[in-house]
C-alpha cells in the first residue's frame, strides 16, 4: 500500500514527465544549421518555409509541411522538408488530454526504422514547445536525393520492359516486406508514401509519412492492412505483376514457387479488402 509520501513522489514524478519536451538534433548537420541561425526552436518556428500546401487545420489545431533549401560553403545545398504544427496531437491511454503530437510519433518511428536498418527519411531535427498553452512541434528530415515516389514513377514503370519493371516491383515488395517483419504496420501505405530510387544498381525503396505506423501483432494483420490499401491505389499493375510482387513480398528468392493454401487465403483477404 502506498504511503501519502509515496503518492506525492508519483505524482510529481508524472508532471516532471509530462512536461518533459522531447528534442533531438542532428549531430553531423549542427554547425550547418547553426550556420544560417536554426539553433532554436523559436529560430525554425520563425522561419519562413515554402509550404507545399496550406497547413491543414484538423484536430482542433494545425499541421502542414514545407521545403527549406541552404546554401552550404564548397558543398550541394541541404534540401530539407519542415513540417509545423500547433495543438495537432492524437490522444492515447498515455495521453488522454492535450494528446501526443503527431510529429513526435513520427520522430519515434523515423528513429526506429534507423535502428534496424530500414531506410526511410533522415530526422535532422525535432524539437516541442508549450507556450502560452499552446502545443507546438516541428520535424526537419533531409530531402531522399533522387527519389522519385511511386505515384509518378508508375505510369512511366508500366511502359518499361518486363524485367525493369519486375526490378523495382520486387525491391518495393522486398522493403515492405521487411519494415512488416520489424512488426510495423504503416496504415497509409500509398504509392506517394514508398520512395524509389532507380540506377545502375539494385533500386532502392524507402517509406515516409510514418504518423500513423504502429507496432501491430501478427503478420497477416499487417499484410492485410498495408497491401490492400496499396493494391487499391496501383491502377494498371496487371494481374501477372500483382501475383509476382506478392510472391516477392511473402517468399523472396523462393517467389518461384507455388502458393500455398495459406498464401491463397491471405491473397483473398488483402483482395477483399482492397475493394472497400
Not at 503530437?101 to 516541442?128: S, W
Amino acid at each position: 500500500m502506498l504511503t501519502k509520501c509515496g503518492l506525492k513522489t508519483r505524482l510529481c514524478l508524472f508532471i516532471i514527465l509530462k512536461h518533459t519536451q522531447p528534442s533531438y538534433q542532428e549531430p553531423a548537420c549542427r554547425a550547418a544549421l547553426h550556420h544560417h541561425g536554426l539553433n532554436s526552436f523559436d529560430a525554425w518556428w520563425s522561419r519562413e518555409i515554402d509550404w507545399f500546401e496550406a497547413p491543414n487545420q484538423r484536430r482542433g489545431g494545425w499541421s502542414g509541411v514545407g521545403r527549406l533549401v541552404l546554401p552550404l560553403d564548397n558543398q550541394p545545398a541541404l534540401t530539407l522538408f519542415v513540417k509545423k504544427q500547433q495543438n495537432h496531437g492524437r490522444r492515447s491511454w498515455c495521453h488522454p488530454l492535450a494528446g501526443e503530437p503527431t510529429f513526435r510519433r513520427e520522430f519515434d518511428r523515423l528513429q526506429a526504422l534507423a535502428a534496424a536498418g530500414i531506410p526511410a527519411p533522415k530526422v535532422l531535427m525535432y524539437a516541442e514547445s508549450l507556450q502560452a498553452g499552446n502545443q507546438r512541434a516541428i520535424l526537419v528530415t533531409e530531402n531522399l536525393h533522387g527519389f522519385t515516389d511511386l505515384e509518378q514513377l508508375l505510369p512511366a514503370l508500366l511502359a518499361q520492359q518486363l524485367g525493369i519493371r519486375r526490378t523495382v516491383l520486387r525491391a518495393v515488395a522486398r522493403q515492405i516486406r521487411r519494415f512488416h517483419d520489424v512488426g510495423w504496420v504503416h496504415r497509409a501505405l500509398y504509392p506517394k508514401h514508398i520512395f524509389v530510387r532507380t540506377g545502375d544498381v539494385a533500386p532502392e525503396v524507402a517509406l515516409i509519412d510514418l504518423e500513423k505506423a504502429r507496432k501491430s501483432l501478427g503478420a497477416w494483420r499487417r499484410a492485410r492492412f498495408d497491401l490492400a490499401a496499396l493494391h487499391r491505389h496501383t491502377d494498371g499493375l496487371s494481374r501477372s505483376d500483382r501475383l509476382y510482387f506478392f510472391k516477392q513480398y511473402l517468399h523472396g528468392e523462393a517467389f518461384s514457387h507455388p502458393l500455398g493454401k495459406s498464401d491463397k487465403c491471405l491473397l483473398k483477404l488483402i483482395t477483399q479488402r482492397s475493394k472497400r
